[in-house]
């Protein structure tokens, strides 16, 4: 396992008691490096929505936290965040509150020379996604060709 991995897997397993005292919903967690900082960034949801005040609030308990556990190395910017509109169906309670939604997927590569499809998502499992769209026509992505797929909205 990688440094990486283990600070995203034991900073899951800290705040993950502290999410399910408030009913939040753990999305997503990563460690990465944005120019020449380290940022360790928990996303959370609820029903409703996230606030800025709930952010705070897991954030304060959670800093107590890392700094009595001191497992990263090196420095890094600790950060709670909504994980917006935008936000990528990763796990599988993303897929299963997803159905008979509309998707935006991005591939890698070129499909028929286009690399952004919509649909409405029609089935799952742990290689594939499959998509309606709007000509009926059913399209099976491969995940591993899928660079994004997240919920499309429109303004």
Do not use: H
């Not at 800025?52 to 609030?57: G, I, P, Q, W």
């Not at 991005?106 to 029609?122: C, M, N, P, Q, V």
């Amino acid at each position: 396992m990688s440094k990486k991995e283990m600070y995203e897997a034991r900073t899951e397993e800290l705040i993950t008691p502290i999410l399910d005292r408030r009913n939040f919903e753990l999305v997503d967690v990563e460690y990465v490096k944005e120019g020449s900082t380290w940022y360790l960034r928990v996303y959370i949801d609820k029903e409703g929505g996230i606030t800025s005040d709930d952010c705070a609030d897991v954030s304060r308990e959670m800093n107590e936290i890392l700094d009595r556990e001191d497992y990263v190395e090196g420095s890094y910017t600790f950060e709670v965040s909504s994980p917006g509109l935008g936000r990528p169906l990763k796990k599988e309670k993303d897929y299963i509150r997803s159905m008979g939604k509309e998707l935006e997927i991005r591939t890698y590569r070129a499909i028929d020379r286009e690399k952004e499809f919509y649909g409405i998502l029609k089935a799952y499992d742990a290689d594939t996604v499959t998509i309606e769209q709007e000509d009926g026509k059913e399209m099976v992505f491969e995940k591993s060709n899928i660079a994004l797929i997240r919920l499309a909205f429109d303004f």
